[in-house]
Each structure stands twice: as structure tokens, then as C-alpha cells.
């Protein structure tokens, strides 16, 4: 739409007003942040804007917003004239990958408070004077869950985007959506919005039931493999470490359980599926050298990306041979791990 047709009674004609561009992309999150209801997307009750700037490891979220029912909006703007639509929307994904692998509900919600100066409670409680309990514990079932709403916002989305967006919805388990928001200025009081949604056209088949697996369930798949003992040795290695070292938890996911080392900077991963990727992450290239050393000294398979990447997989442990040797060496790498991480202060 490149105009719009505006009927002026006192003049008795209809004038024709040119759409107004933004000059920046800080103009369409300002209005977004202050005004959430131009977007225009379906949403279970009011959405409330949360934090500009949500830092991943990365890059920044533009905007993190949640609604009356829990779910949570991942929102990134982007201007036509200064994007390439090859990365808008594997940007967006790739903030949500990291939210979703590298936090916890309680990592969210520090973050929230560290960029806003107020907790997530304390906002929710100001929003709803009434049922804030309930909107709480339905963000962190969503959040564990991994219940996001991939927005992105454009002034223009073009043919081939708007169809990247509906493949995506078509052919995974994402909710992408794509808005387009033109501005019209009628005169120095007067704005008018025209958002245009695409992707929720596609009906999801979506199994919103996915908790965090129990330490019992990862048990009995590992024991559908015969691996019930290396099962029940990884386990006690993440509880020892839980024990013995501060900042250090286990942290279950749907689909894998995590060692998270001062707060995350440092991850095992150990997939439910025993043949899956294992492996450490690291969210700190001034770490990379020291962990791959570590990984060598150990004899597991290490590798450092060439690119500028700040979070990697240094340890790679892969399928059933690779847990299987790395098992036998798990309380060792664990230690090593945090030590090389408080010698670095």
C-alpha cells in the first residue's frame, strides 16, 4: 500500500496521502514499544512490551514482549532499504535458538531485570493488578516449553520474504510471523497505521506439551539402548558437580540434559538420544584455546571456529562412542572446566 485515501468533510474531497518513511529503524521500535497494538497480530489478551536491547550471545533482540496467556514475543525490526531478507529472518531465528539453548526461565528473567530495573514480577504486577500469579507461572511454562512468537516487522516485506515466512510456518514447528507497518502522516497530531500479518494463515499442529524431560525419563531412553548405567554415571557426575562447586546447576531441557558453568558461559550437553550430538559449548571466545586444551588433554574431539563467533561447541562427543569415551573422563572435564574458568577470574 503506497497510500491511503483520507475523506476531508470540510473540504468535502478525498485527498490522497503519500506513505511516510521511516528514517530509522529506532522510529519503528519506539512506536512498536509504545504502542504494541499496531502490529495487529492475534494475541490471548494484551501484549505487553518487556525489554529493548535482550542480549543473547549473539547479538540484541530488538524487543522481547509477552501476552496475557504467557507466550513470548521475540520481535526484530527491520527498514527495506537496509536489510538483506537472507538474514532478517535466520537472524531472528538464530536469537531464538539462543534464548532457547543457552537460558533458563531464571536467566530470562535476571536479564529482564538487569536491562529494565525492575523485575519481571514487579512489571507483570504493575500490567495485571489481578491473576499476576497465574500470567507468571504461564510465562515460565512457555518459556520451558519454548513457546515463542518469531515477530518480524518491516516498513515493506517483499513477495519472496512474505513466501520464506510461510514456508517456514508450513514446514516446522516455528511461529514466524512477518508484519508490515505503514505509516501515513495526515498532519502534526495525526498518524495512521496500516499493518499488513503474514503467516498465521497456516493452522499449526503444534504439541505445546513438551516439558523439561525428567532425570527419569532420560534414564529409560538411555535403557531402551542398553545404556541405563552410562545414564544414571552422567547424572550423578552433573549432581556431584551441583554439590561440590557454586555456580554450577543442572539444568534439564525437553530434549537433553545441561551442566551449566557461571551461568551458562560454559554448557555440557548430553541429548536424550544417546546417538545425538553431545558436547560442550562455550559463550566466550577468550575461553576457546584453554577448553580446547583441556578437550585434547583428554583425548575428545575439539575444534575452534575460524569465523568471529562467541559461542561455539569446543568438546564434541558425539553419538554413542564418543559419550561412551567421555563418560569415563565426565568428573575430570567437569573439574577442569570450572577451575579454568576461576583462574580466569
Do not use: C
Not at 228 to 233: C, T
Not at 266 to 286: F, L, M, Q, S, T
Not at 335 to 345: D, I, T
Amino acid at each position: 500500500m503506497k497510500y491511503v485515501l483520507v475523506l476531508n468533510k470540510e473540504k468535502n474531497k478525498i485527498e490522497k496521502v503519500e506513505v511516510s518513511k521511516f528514517d530509522k529503524e529506532s522510529e519503528l521500535q519506539d512506536i512498536i514499544k509504545k504502542h504494541p497494538e499496531v502490529l495487529s497480530i492475534p494475541t490471548n489478551g494484551s501484549i505487553v512490551p518487556l525489554v529493548k536491547e535482550f542480549p543473547t550471545s549473539t547479538g540484541q533482540v530488538d524487543l522481547i514482549a509477552f501476552d496475557e496467556g504467557g507466550r513470548i514475543y521475540i520481535i526484530e525490526t527491520k527498514l527495506q532499504r537496509n536489510y538483506d531478507k537472507r538474514k532478517a529472518l535466520a537472524q531472528l531465528i538464530e536469537y531464538a535458538s539462543q534464548i532457547a539453548m543457552h537460558d533458563t526461565f531464571e536467566d530470562f528473567k535476571e536479564k529482564i531485570h538487569r536491562e529494565v530495573g525492575k523485575t519481571l514480577e514487579k512489571i507483570v504486577e504493575e500490567r495485571f493488578e489481578g491473576g499476576h500469579e497465574q500470567i507468571l507461572e504461564r510465562l515460565k511454562t512457555a518459556f520451558d516449553r519454548e513457546d515463542f512468537a518469531l515477530v518480524l516487522v518491516m516498513d515493506e516485506l517483499d513477495a519472496p520474504l512474505k513466501d520464506m515466512i510461510l514456508f517456514l510456518n508450513r514446514h516446522s514447528d516455528l511461529s514466524i510471523i512477518g508484519v508490515e507497518l505503514r505509516r501515513f502522516v495526515l498532519d502534526e497530531k495525526t498518524e495512521v497505521f496500516v499493518p499488513t500479518v503474514v503467516g498465521v494463515e497456516i493452522p499449526k499442529k503444534r504439541d505445546k506439551s513438551k516439558p523439561p524431560i525428567t532425570l527419569e525419563e532420560f534414564i529409560e531412553r538411555y535403557s531402551q539402548a542398553r545404556l541405563g548405567k552410562i545414564a544414571e554415571r552422567i547424572i550423578q557426575s552433573f549432581r556431584s558437580a551441583e554439590e561440590m562447586f557454586d555456580d554450577v546447576r543442572l539444568v534439564p531441557k525437553p530434549q537433553y540434559l545441561t551442566l551449566r558453568i557461571r551461568n551458562g558461559e560454559i554448557e555440557i550437553y548430553i541429548k536424550a538420544d544417546p546417538g545425538g550430538d553431545h558436547g560442550v559449548w562455550v559463550k566466550n571466545r577468550d575461553l576457546y584455546e584453554a577448553i580446547k586444551q583441556i578437550g585434547d588433554n583428554l583425548g575428545l574431539e575439539t575444534n575452534i571456529p575460524t569465523d568471529d563467533t562467541t559461542s561455539a561447541k569446543i568438546i564434541k562427543f558425539n553419538g554413542i562412542n564418543g559419550l561412551k569415551r567421555a563418560v569415563d573422563k565426565l568428573d575430570r572435564l567437569i573439574e577442569e572446566l570450572v577451575n579454568v574458568r576461576a583462574e580466569m577470574g
